[in-house]
């Protein structure tokens, strides 16, 4: 549905992107992460045709960004969208529905879709950002994009909202929808996208599932163990290693060693009440790759 194949965008003496390749297929949702200037405003801009690249190319469905073909298939929904304030949320999508060429009388069932039914007849000006970026995202599914572009799409909106978006977003990929998503907020995509790809300083520095970039980064495991009652200095002196977190103990393993930590738990038998082991969380890989990337 996307094809981006060495594209490169310069600022002057500034390269805000460099030969960066993606593909994204139909029903794939792909997180883009970055750090601010790290290029995933440059490429968004670029996929919509609001600027030329410099270098590379772009397809979206097979068409050229920013031509009628790539825009009857694409929507966007920026961080920060902007609605008259005069408007009726109802209003508001009648006229973005009479835009595409299709039934106003949708507008309700767009609204109800998002979770603003009981706002529909209330002027814009009295919404909460969260609700306005609600109305943005029934403007966005009008016409059942094939393409989705979001740029910070749950700015503003409580936790069950942003529930209820990723929800949404997962109906639109279980019907063919390709998903390119923009967020800082790591715990929100680390569970409901496909794919993740990390720009750093305009390069792509890393991508692939959660499981291929833990892989990649090759970052330790964290583990937890919790002594039984009175069993706290004994567990402490069959792992050295680890330190006292109040409540337990806690130390790092690499991944290839998990195994034989396990065992070790094991052989303390009623010594250890519980333990956990965490995996690293996206945040640090992104933060890891982000670091390798400037280096």
Do not use: C, W
């Not at 801009?45 to 050229?64: E, P, S, W, Y």
């Not at 749950?154 to 909202?161: F, K, M, Q, Y």
């Not at 337990?248 to 065992?263: C, D, F, R, W």
């Amino acid at each position: 549905m996307l094809t981006l194949s060495n594209l490169t965008k310069r600022y002057g003496a500034q390269t805000a992107l460099d030969a960066v390749s993606l593909s994204i297929e139909p029903g794939e949702r792909i997180a883009l992460l970055g750090h601010n200037g790290a290029g995933k405003s440059t490429l968004m801009k670029l996929v919509l045709g609001l600027i030329a690249a410099d270098g590379g190319r772009i397809k979206v469905g097979g068409h050229a960004p920013g031509s009628t073909g790539a825009r009857g298939l694409t929507a966007y929904l920026p961080e920060n969208v902007a609605f008259h304030p005069a408007l009726t949320g109802r209003e508001q999508i009648r006229h973005y529905l009479r835009l595409r060429g299709e039934d106003a009388g949708r507008a309700d069932e767009l609204l109800a879709r998002v979770g603003l039914a009981d706002a529909a007849r209330r002027r814009i000006g009295t919404y909460s950002k969260g609700m306005r970026q609600r109305v943005g995202l029934a403007q966005a599914i009008i016409g059942a994009p094939r393409l989705m572009v979001l740029d910070e799409p749950t700015s503003g909106l409580d936790p069950i909202s942003r529930r209820d978006f990723y929800t949404l977003l997962d109906e639109l990929a279980a019907g063919g929808t390709a998903v390119l998503l923009s967020s800082h907020a790591l715990t929100e995509v680390e569970a409901r996208t496909d794919r993740i790809v990390i720009l750093s300083q305009g390069k792509m520095v890393a991508t692939g599932t959660l499981p291929d970039l833990r892989a990649k980064a090759a970052l330790p495991l964290v583990v937890h163990l919790m002594p039984e009652a009175g069993q706290g200095e004994a567990v402490s002196a069959a792992f050295p290693e680890a330190e006292m977190n109040g409540v337990g103990l806690s130390l790092t393993t690499p991944q290839a060693e998990k195994l034989a930590l396990v065992a070790r738990i094991a052989a303390l038998g009623g010594k250890v009440s519980d333990f956990e082991i965490l995996p690293p969380s996206l945040d640090d890989i992104y933060t890891h790759f982000s670091r390798e990337g400037a280096r």
